[in-house]
């Protein structure tokens, strides 16, 4: 009941109904059914243990699960099944599911585990992204095609999605976003827009081969490639990334921005028409705007089939408009390179 309780009365997301912040109430799983046993195992691992139990014996009683359970501990070491049980209720404890029971005889008898030495914690980058803003600041990023007029011209086609964040909250801890996308049918016409919660921890324990000491631009590549998946199982090719810097005019103000370009090829022209692809990605980030991201462009070019031309066209994404915060005075650029 006292963990039917702290679901129940938990903050749930008006999205999902999942429960908003699971570790308060000693969850790590948001989904309510999942919470509930995340907190009923942990809290009693012998009461884990008999469910174990009575699930995989089909006991209907009390009485029948406690013989099974005496019967269980007389024949080993109970306080190893409880240290077992605690270990299997830390993950995903399945009050549900008849092959727990065999789970834990299974940890029991395993060797300790070794001691892992403690893990740095690092910084989110999305976190990062955020950190300088209060609540309210908020982006919105447009993207459109850009088609070949001409040989070496491009005209920009009308805008066909929309994603917006906006910062609801941000401590030490963690930054908590509302963030929306809407997609515009062939015609220029909005579809309803979806919107969400979106959470970023301020540290985080990375995986192999994240990329934590990696340039900007390998991190927001990593956040915002899946804007227009123009090439899946693409390859960095031996050509040097390039760098710069550029002042970008978005809503009347002039941005601060350091750009880099990196090219990619890659062959598709086994599930479709294109081969020998390259794909030059550039980025103009700023530190003075929220998500970092100010303008990036995807420059397309593949091998032409049969007689046809050189098929070419251009993705961009940009910074559309902003709110609830101001460019720093610091940011404003004056080097010789500057457009």
Known sequence: LEASRLVRTATKRATSSDVMNPSAIGATRGVPLSSFQDVLARKNPRGYLRAALLVNENLDTTAAVDASY????????????????????????????GGELASIKE???SPPAPEKGAVALVDFPQYLAWKN?????????ATRYWQMAGPNSFV?????YL???QLQSINTEQAKLWSGETFFDRYGKPKPPSEREEGYPAKFAPPPNALVNQSRHAQLLAVFSGVSNLAMGAQPTSVPIETGEEMIEVSGRRIATRWES?????DASVWTDEKNCRLVVKLWTSEAVPTGLVRKTEDKTCSPVGSGQVPRFM???????FEGFTMAAADVLTPATAK
């Open 156 to 160: 920009a086609g009308p805008i066909n």
């Open 70 to 97: 005496k019967k269980l501990v007389s024949a080993g070491d109970e306080t190893a099944y409880l240290e077992a049980a605690k270990k299997m209720a830390a993950g995903r404890p399945n009050l549900l599911y």
């Open 262 to 266: 990196a090219s990619y090829q890659y």
């Open 163 to 165: 994603r917006t964040y």
């Open 315 to 321: 993705v961009e994404t940009y910074l559309q408009s």
């Open 107 to 109: 940890l029991t008898s």
């Open 133 to 141: 803003f209060t609540a309210g600041a908020k982006v919105i990023h």
